[in-house]
């Protein structure tokens, strides 16, 4: 039987996303070659503003194979945390994470089929081979350039299938790289640290070039702050460990310094000194600027003047920038950086059928009902340092059938009877609202967490329904779900943790604040092997733990 697979795209919305959907709907499927049980698209851009829902192609090819696909929003947050939000909605064997900017060849589904049936029981991952295409009337541009040593970069996440108990054991991408590229190398890390292997397959995914504008080599300088915490998390030798490039930050630094040398030594009226300094600092400069016009379009080529230009003023911009960049990073991180995932810090509950007896549409106090152990539950965990808060629907107040004042006193009742919440937020929306806090959008969750200070991956989300579970996930938050008579079989089947009360989820909740090692192989040796896919190894018998998902109804 083949292995069951989901696959998991981060996007923003560029116009790249419909053709890669499309090339993935124009597969050949068949019972050699499965298609994936579900697509799940994280839109990954920012609630703020509300932007109109995303918009897919039609997948007609996928809609006749009755492979669902659905978006879920994940707040802007980064590609780690889309990614996240993403795998943690499906409950596939595998996850096949592509970036929304490659195409899949038209043998793809087949050489994944291949691919995942080689993956022995050791394997976590099996990555693509990327090819980048490049013009063939005149040299690269650095900006294309770059995106070709794509082609051979360990573990890029733009083609990347990973196990998803692995993915569940090691919590998935650390959230605190916002930027794409070494969110992928630290979870490779990870996992080849906890005793995984990790493989390249048979399959080739094109990577096209995307477009951008001039500035762009002067911005993804910012990703030497990614580098800083790098360094903080695994080592000085992460760069070895990675199997990535040194790059010419070493350079810059001398740059950097020859130039504030030169404006020092002028400042201070050293002219010779000054006058030496800015020599080093132009040679620097020059020899910069040599190197990235070297291997691009020359005099008589297709856009020559103007990327010769382009490299004269950001090669002077570049140094100062990435030297910027290194140093916040160093200082923020200065004193080291805790594992991924961190503890919990809050706990965010669901009003009606998690802290009170759910009573549609509630506008009177007086038939406000607590869960019987819901008190005990909060005041242990307000001895504990634990913040508290409440993430409700209420969407009887855009329905026009209570009051948002009738809505407070309900709330100050809850309030009088469990004692004080260190946040309490609400969708005041009807469904019809489409707005981006109503559960199962992330919203209330994320402002719930910033009202509080902390990340979301530093609060637990406590409710009864797929909603409050859906809100968490695509928060990055982690879940409990108490069911209830009103929750869905499917949502309780779709949880990644259910428990019979408060106590009990509460419980759990204890368990992460212990801590606990990622999980790993049973019977792996530890090491940090990499090897290229053997076919014809087993694939290990048991599935993955059960997982969560976006879905079910709200308030």
């Known amino acids: 039987m083949r292995a069951a697979y989901a696959v998991v795209v981060p996007t923003i919305g560029r116009p790249s996303l419909g053709v890669l959907l499309e090339s993935l709907a124009a597969q050949r499927f068949d019972d050699a070659r499965p298609a994936p049980v579900e697509v799940v698209v994280c839109d990954d851009r920012p609630l703020d503003g509300a932007p109109e829902a995303l918009v897919l192609p039609e997948l007609p090819a996928l809609t006749a194979l009755g492979v669902p696909v659905r978006v879920v929003r994940s707040g802007g947050r980064g590609p780690a945390a889309a990614r996240n939000a993403g795998w943690r909605s499906v409950r596939a064997e595998w996850v096949v994470l592509l970036d929304d900017d490659v195409v899949l060849p038209g043998d793809w589904s087949e050489h994944l089929a291949a691919d995942l049936a080689a993956a022995g029981p050791d394997v976590a991952g099996t990555q693509a081979r990327l090819r980048v295409p490049l013009p063939a009337h005149r040299r690269p541009t650095d900006w ?16 990347m299938a990973y196990r998803r108990d692995v993915l569940e054991g090691l919590a998935g991408f650390d959230e605190r790289f ?35 504008d001039p500035r762009v080599s002067v911005r993804v300088q910012a990703g030497a702050r990614d580098d800083a915490l790098m360094r903080a998390l695994h080592g000085p030798r992460w760069r070895d460990a990675a199997e990535t490039g040194r790059g010419r930050f070493a350079w810059h630094v ?3 310094g020859a130039g504030v040398g030169a404006l020092g030594a002028a400042v201070l009226g050293r002219r010779g000194v000054a006058a030496a300094a800015g020599a080093a600092w132009a040679a620097l400069t020059a020899d910069f600027v040599r190197r990235r016009v070297a291997p691009g379009p020359g005099p008589g080529e ?67 009902r607590v869960v019987d152990d819901a008190r005990a539950v909060l005041d242990d965990l307000r001895a504990r340092g634990i913040r508290v808060g409440v993430v409700t629907n209420q969407s009887g107040i855009g329905r026009g059938i209570v009051t948002l004042a009738q809505v407070e006193a309900v709330e100050a009742r809850v309030e009088a ?62 879940a409990v779900l108490v069911p209830t008579p009103v929750t869905r079989p499917e949502e309780v ?63």
């Open 417 to 478: 009877e469990l004692g004080p919440f260190d946040v309490w937020v609400r969708c005041p929306h009807a469904p019809e609202d489409a707005c981006t806090c109503r559960k199962p959008q992330p919203g209330l969750v994320l402002r719930a967490a910033a009202e509080l200070g902390l990340s979301p991956a530093e609060c637990v989300v406590i409710g009864d329904i797929g909603a409050d579970v859906g809100a968490a996930v695509a928060a990055g938050a982690g």
């Open 302 to 368: 297709d856009g020559w003047a103007a990327e010769w230009r382009t490299m004269a003023w950001t090669s002077a911009v570049i140094p100062p920038v990435a030297v910027r960049h290194r140093v916040a990073g160093l200082l923020r991180h200065r004193g080291g950086a805790a594992a991924w995932p961190p503890p919990v810090r809050a706990v965010l509950f669901d009003r009606d059928g998690t802290l009170v007896h759910d009573v549609p549409y509630n506008g009177d106090p007086d038939r406000v």
């Open 493 to 555: 089947a779709a949880a990644p943790l259910v428990a019979v009360s408060l106590t009990e989820a509460v419980a759990l909740v204890r368990e992460r604040l212990a801590g606990g090692s990622p999980g790993s192989p049973a019977g792996v040796t530890r090491g940090t092997e990499v090897t290229e896919a053997v076919p014809g190894e087993d694939r290990p018998a048991a599935g993955p733990a059960p997982l969560s998902t976006v879905g079910g109804g709200a308030r």
């Open 178 to 212: 916002p930027r794409a590229y070494r969110e992928d190398a630290d979870l490779a890390l990870r996992a080849r640290r906890a005793g995984w292997r990790l493989v390249r397959g048979s399959r080739t995914t094109e990577h096209p070039v995307r477009p951008a």
């Open 254 to 256: 001398a740059t950097v």
């Open 144 to 159: 294309e350039r770059n995106t070709a040593g794509l082609e051979g970069a360990r573990w890029a996440t733009a083609d």
